[in-house]
């Protein structure tokens, strides 16, 4: 379970909310989730029919984890869905960093959706698109599929030909904020 007591030293997470609100918390003996500057405890407690229950500000909330993959959670609080990760501070704080880099990338790199072969482009090099223009049609299990920006910006590099087999995820152009 993501909070257990265990006789482990003390270990020091993070748990974050899909839209990144931070929970620090200590593991094992003492659990505590910091809002702002305050430290506040936590109980992790479960009845004889094996439910398992946070005990929170003076409340109880019935806790079941529904899935887990890797540091990800969706676990469900008196009925109510959460997504949470449980990270280090390391990796807490390596996230972050991406999370920003990705930010502050100036070359977004629109990728091919799908395995497929161009038909052509609708853009050359060094051209201003829009957001939602169409930038090139890529067939695809006898279907042309309309390939658009998903930014404002000029077309940085095309790394493609017209004719050429391309896979999912090949990087197809390169659009500079």
Not at 36 to 65: A, H, R
Not at 72 to 101: H, W
Request: hydrophobic residues 35%.
């Amino acid at each position: 379970m993501m909070f257990s007591k265990s006789k482990m030293s003390k270990q020091k997470f993070i748990a974050c909310t899909g839209k990144n609100k931070k929970y620090e918390f200590v593991n094992p003996k003492e659990l505590y989730i910091k809002q702002g500057k305050e430290n506040i405890p936590v109980e992790i407690i479960s009845d004889k029919q094996g439910f398992v229950y946070i005990v929170w500000k003076k409340k109880k909330y019935l806790v079941d984890i529904i899935e887990k993959n890797q540091n990800q959670y969706e676990i469900l609080v008196n009925g109510v869905s959460y997504s949470i990760s449980v990270e280090s501070p390391f990796s807490y704080k390596r996230r972050k960093f991406l999370a920003k880099s990705k930010e502050e990338s100036k070359v977004e790199k629109i990728q091919a959706p799908m395995p497929g072969k161009i038909v052509e482009f609708l853009v050359e090099e060094n051209q201003v698109v829009k957001e939602g223009e169409p930038l090139l049609i890529l067939e695809a299990m006898k279907m042309q599929n309309e390939i658009t920006s998903n930014i404002h910006g000029k077309i940085n590099k095309i790394n493609f030909h017209a004719e050429d087999t391309v896979m999912k995820d090949d990087i197809l152009i390169e659009v500079e904020k």
